[in-house]
Each structure stands twice: as C-alpha cells, then as structure tokens.
C-alpha cells in the first residue's frame, strides 16, 4: 500500500542549529502534504499544508520563518527548523494523500527532535 | 473547544478481552470519520474509514461504529492482544476542508497478560 517515509526519525542538537526533516511518498504522487507537531499524550496539531511549486499554508499562531516548508516535487516535502530552541522539541510528523472520502491520510512514523 | 472528544483518556484491559472506546464530535458537516491507531513514538495507522451514511465499518478484530445523529462513534477491539497497546485516535473530516482533519486527544489502550 501507500508508504510515506519520513527522515531522520530522531534528532538530538544543540540550541541554534536548524534541522531539516524530509516527507517523501514512496509509491504515489503527492501535490499536497501535511505538517504536524504532537506534544505527549496530545492531538497532533496541523501546523502547516505542503502545496507543491507553490507557498505553503501555516495554521494560524505558526511562524513560517521558523518552520520553513518546501515542497520541491510531487514525492518531497521538506521541513527545517530554522535556529531551533528547547521549546521546538516535539514529535514532528508529515502525512499524505487522503484526498477522497474513502481514502486513508497516510502518516510518516514521525520525528522526534530534542534541543539542549 | 476541541471538536472531537475521546472517552477514556486511558484502559488497561486484560489479553483476551473486548473493549469499546468512545467519539463524540461535533464537527459539521462532515465527511468521513476516521479511526487511526498510533503506537508510541510512530505515525499513525488507518484503522476504518467510514462516510457520514455508513454505520458501521469492520477491519479484523476492528469494528467501528457511526451514528451521525447523535454524533457518536466507537471502535471495539475483540480479543484484544498484546499489540493492540497503543494510542487509538478519532479524527472527523470536515466537508469543506479536506485536508483539516480533527483529531481527537486519543484513548491510550494498555493490554496486559
């Protein structure tokens, strides 16, 4: 079935760097994708949508200089987070497809990033 | 307000079991509804999908319910097993943004030997 993979899964840096994190779709095209960020024992909160060759949407209280998106090609959307701080640390997930009533929104197994 | 609310927050069941968690939402108009289950630090995983007319939708030991009426669903697992221990999350679709889906909090279902 569908396969999105999401890299790295895990990212442990210091305070100040910028972290990029990569969605692919593995066996479809995806002109659309998702970012999500989920805190423990929380909903996961879209924080922004991945239009490929075009600007992504942020949900409001987002800063799109802080998470910049691009979505490059129908099969990769990126994420960096730009000169990250301790309370960027989360659970980052990415999702695609899903786009009909009977389709399922396929998740990335998500990535865990740590700032000290 | 979250318009997706999951009851329990939490379950512990013995293997073997049955358990039935709950969904209410008021997400209007809607879609589909959507069970996922997400085992601790991965993505989660569709369980059922089910359009605002269907009433129930099963998948192994998976059975899903819908009564858009009322606006409830539930998911009862059967015969739980060890590797159901995950969180089971609720997540409605709104008819006019597809992509916006509402996710409830998540039942974290424990199953013990």
């Known amino acids: 079935g569908a396969v999105v993979s999401q890299h790295p899964s895990r990212v442990i840096c210091k305070s100040g760097t910028s972290v990029k994190i990569e969605c692919r779709s593995l066996d479809f095209q995806a002109t659309t994708m998702f970012w999500y960020r989920q805190f423990p024992k929380q909903s996961l909160m879209l924080m922004a949508t991945?239009?490929?060759?075009?600007?992504?949407?942020?949900e409001q209280g987002v800063e799109k200089d802080k998470f910049l998106i691009n979505h490059a090609s129908l099969t990769l959307s990126t994420l960096t987070v730009t000169s990250a701080h301790p309370e960027d640390s989360s659970f980052y997930i990415c999702s695609a497809g899903g786009t009909g009533d009977n389709q399922p929104q396929h998740f990335g197994d998500g990535t865990r990033l740590s700032i000290l | 307000k979250n318009q997706v609310e999951q009851s329990p927050q939490s379950l512990i069941i013995l293997e073997g079991k049955n358990c039935t968690l709950q969904c209410n939402y008021t997400v209007s108009p809607f879609s589909n509804l959507r069970w996922y289950k997400q085992d601790t630090g991965r993505g989660p995983v569709s369980l059922t999908i089910?359009?605002?007319?269907?009433n129930t939708k099963s998948n192994g030991r998976y059975t899903a319910t819908l009564d858009a009426d009322t606006k409830q669903s539930s998911l009862h697992i059967t015969a739980s097993q060890l590797s159901d221990s995950a969180s089971y999350i609720c997540v409605v679709i709104p008819t006019d943004s597809w992509g916006k889906l509402q996710f409830g909090a998540g039942t974290q279902v424990v199953v013990t030997p």
């Open positions: 991945s239009n490929e060759g075009s600007k992504a949407t942020y």
């Open positions: 089910m359009t605002f007319s269907e």
